[in-house]
């Protein structure tokens, strides 16, 4: 007998009718979506899966064509490739700013499409080349990335970020209001404080699209030694093109007009990928 057209729902966020049952996206979620920080952390693996494409209407071509590969919970990433290889778009993918067009990503053995834009955001913390800060002090622009973090979580994730020295020179330390998108302070102090903003946010998977590009190399080595320490159990990508980055990561992906063309370890690049090395050699060049 086939049953009628209404449909009755269960504490689980599904809803069954005459043609089966499927998960509810406009109402509430499925109990599980509610935990997706715990599903990334149980799972053990926050990565892709299947041949990864993504286009849009206004771009012809694949940026992505048969992007395949996993990262494990805990793995440090470097995404590398020359300019416009696919590097922003592969990263933008993650907290589902785009879904794919073909292939499916995973995260924690979920398709990433079955999980809400707001847990996996909740679940994401990215820090971009140009941090946007708002006219506020350094404290509350930190604060910003957890709404609950305490004075003292602030401060030890501006210790963290290499901000330690910048703030004992500002008479006002944390308390310092920095202008309208930070316009008191230099590149380099805006990306560190949205370094530790999005340590205080505490999220599974992070993110740095270019985030140590305005500091030196000095100051960048600090903050990539605190930074993988800090995020020791997290997952961490780092889109970039200076090679310090590399040094602390456990694989590299090399992107190249939108296909993966060689990942491994940065010794298993330096001798089996001369994409690579010729890569490798022009940023040396530039740094």
Same mark, same amino acid.
């Given at each position: 007998?086939?049953?009628?057209? #209404?449909? #009755?729902?269960?504490?689980?966020?599904?809803? !069954?009718?005459?043609?089966?049952?499927?998960?509810?996206?406009?109402?509430?979620?499925?109990?599980?979506?509610?935990?997706?920080? #715990?599903?990334?952390?149980?799972?053990?693996?926050?990565?892709?899966?299947?041949?990864?494409?993504?286009?849009?209407?206004?771009?012809?071509?694949?940026?992505?064509?048969?992007?395949?590969?996993?990262?494990?919970?805990?793995?440090?990433?470097?995404?590398?490739?020359?300019?416009?290889?696919?590097?922003?778009?592969?990263?933008?993918? *993650?907290?589902?700013?785009?879904?794919?067009?073909?292939?499916?990503?995973?995260?924690?053995?979920? @398709?990433?499409?079955?999980?809400?834009?707001?847990?996996?955001?909740?679940? !994401?913390?990215?820090?971009?080349?140009?941090?946007?800060?708002?006219?506020?002090?350094?404290? /509350?622009?930190?604060?910003?990335? @957890?709404?609950?973090?305490?004075?003292?979580?602030? /401060?030890?994730?501006?210790?963290?970020?290499?901000?330690?020295? !910048?703030?004992?020179?500002?008479?006002?330390?944390?308390?310092?209001?920095?202008?309208?998108?930070? #316009?008191?302070?230099?590149?380099?102090?805006?990306?560190?404080?949205?370094?530790?903003?999005?340590? *205080?946010?505490?999220?599974?998977?992070?993110?740095?699209? /270019?985030?140590?590009?305005?500091?030196? *190399?000095?100051?960048?080595?600090?903050?990539?030694? @605190?930074?993988?320490?800090?995020?020791?159990?997290?997952?961490?990508?780092?889109?970039?093109?200076?090679?310090?980055?590399?040094?602390?990561?456990?694989?590299?992906?090399?992107?190249?007009?939108? &296909?993966?063309?060689?990942?491994?370890?940065?010794?298993?690049?330096?001798?089996?990928?001369?994409?690579? &090395?010729?890569?490798? @050699?022009?940023?040396?060049? /530039?740094?």
């Amino acid at each position: 007998m086939i049953a009628p057209e #209404s449909s #009755s729902k269960s504490i689980t966020g599904r809803e !069954t009718t005459a043609t089966g049952i499927r998960l509810i996206r406009e109402a509430q979620p499925p109990r599980w979506k509610l935990y997706a920080l #715990s599903i990334i952390c149980m799972h053990g693996v926050a990565g892709f899966t299947g041949a990864l494409a993504y286009s849009t209407r206004l771009i012809a071509k694949l940026a992505l064509r048969n992007v395949s590969f996993d990262i494990k919970a805990g793995e440090k990433v470097a995404i590398i490739g020359r300019s416009g290889s696919g590097k922003s778009t592969l990263i933008d993918l *993650v907290p589902r700013f785009h879904d794919p067009t073909g292939g499916t990503i995973r995260i924690g053995g979920y @398709n990433a499409s079955d999980i809400s834009n707001e847990s996996m955001r909740a679940a !994401t913390a990215l820090i971009s080349q140009d941090v946007f800060l708002f006219d506020s002090t350094i404290l /509350e622009n930190i604060r910003d990335g @957890n709404a609950g973090a305490s004075d003292e979580d602030v /401060e030890r994730a501006a210790r963290r970020a290499a901000l330690t020295e !910048t703030l004992g020179n500002m008479p006002a330390g944390l308390q310092t209001v920095v202008g309208p998108n930070g #316009s008191s302070l230099s590149g380099g102090q805006k990306q560190r404080i949205g370094i530790a903003r999005a340590l *205080v946010k505490d999220a599974d998977i992070c993110v740095f699209d /270019e985030a140590t590009s305005a500091l030196d *190399v000095e100051t960048e080595k600090q903050v990539l030694e @605190n930074v993988t320490k800090e995020l020791d159990h997290k997952t961490v990508l780092f889109v970039t093109h200076r090679p310090a980055t590399l040094d602390y990561v456990d694989r590299i992906l090399l992107l190249d007009e939108g &296909r993966l063309v060689s990942i491994g370890t940065k010794k298993e690049l330096e001798t089996g990928s001369e994409q690579y &090395r010729a890569l490798l @050699n022009i940023a040396m060049k /530039e740094s």
